[in-house]
T-cell receptor
Framework: GQNIDQPTEMTATEGAIVQINCTYQ??????LFWYQQHAGEAPTFLSY????GLEEKGRFSSFLSRSKGYSYLLLKELQMKDSASYLC?????????FGTGTRLQVFP | SAVISQKPSRDICQRGTSLTIQCQVD?????MFWYRQQPGQSLTLIAT?????????ESGFVIDKFPISRPNLTFSTLTVSNMSPEDSSIYLC??????????????FGPGTRLTVL
């Protein structure tokens, strides 16, 4: 199976840094995606990790460790507009298997 | 990137009826998928829509309940048959991104919000 777990909810304050974790158990996958989803909207792409290590893209960074079955999304300099759900997803032969999702609330 | 539209955007249906959701892409894509997102939850893959052949369903989803068509490389439909309130959900189609990148990013349609009474 591919149990993909994330914390259900997180809160943070504007300007802070938050790390959203994603742990999984799977026999193999091509890579790991992170998506952002605002309420009532479709998910939008944030990052894709194939190799172990950190991928940085502006205020967002994503990390993958295949040996540890672990990924995280790091959001820096939080803004109110970052309040959304964040979904990790394993990419396996073109299919995406989504994690449980983390709802992040950013407060002033 | 690909532009994806879905029809209808939302609907309220009676128990026992069926609803067909359309997904149109502005360019030819190889892979199309249908997902379900129940209230407050993450996305669950229903099936892969295969052009010219039967869809490939994930565990827990069957063709009789969710028949899928994909007549060409830009269009697909998902039917939710014999609906019950448990089918109330958002249904999203997605496509694999166009060639050229080092990975196959998936783009999502805006979703169809279905409420079954």
């Amino acid at each position: 199976g591919q149990n993909i777990d994330q914390p259900t909810e997180m809160t943070a304050t504007e300007g802070a840094i938050v790390q959203i974790n994603c742990t999984y158990q799977t026999s193999g996958f091509n890579g790991l995606f992170w998506y952002q989803q605002h309420a009532g909207e479709a998910p939008t792409f944030l990052s894709y990790n194939v190799l172990d290590g950190l991928e940085e893209k502006g205020r967002f960074s994503s990390f993958l460790s295949r040996s540890k079955g672990y990924s995280y999304l790091l959001l820096k300099e939080l803004q109110m507009k970052d309040s959304a759900s964040y979904l990790c997803a394993l990419h396996n032969t073109d299919k995406l298997i989504f994690g449980t999702g983390t709802r992040l609330q950013v407060f002033p | 990137s690909a532009v994806i539209s879905q029809k209808p955007s939302r609907d309220i249906c009676q128990r026992g009826t069926s609803l067909t959701i359309q997904c149109q892409v502005d360019s030819q894509v190889t892979m199309m998928f249908w997902y379900r997102q129940q209230p407050g939850q993450s996305l669950t893959l229903i099936a892969t829509a295969n052009q010219g052949s039967e869809a490939t369903y994930e565990s827990g989803f069957v063709i009789d309940k969710f028949p899928i068509s994909r007549p060409n490389l830009t269009f697909s439909t998902l039917t939710v048959s014999n609906m019950s309130p448990e089918d109330s959900s958002i249904y999203l189609c997605s496509v694999v991104g166009l060639a050229g990148g080092i990975y196959n990013e998936q783009f999502f349609g805006p979703g169809t919000r279905l409420t079954v009474l």
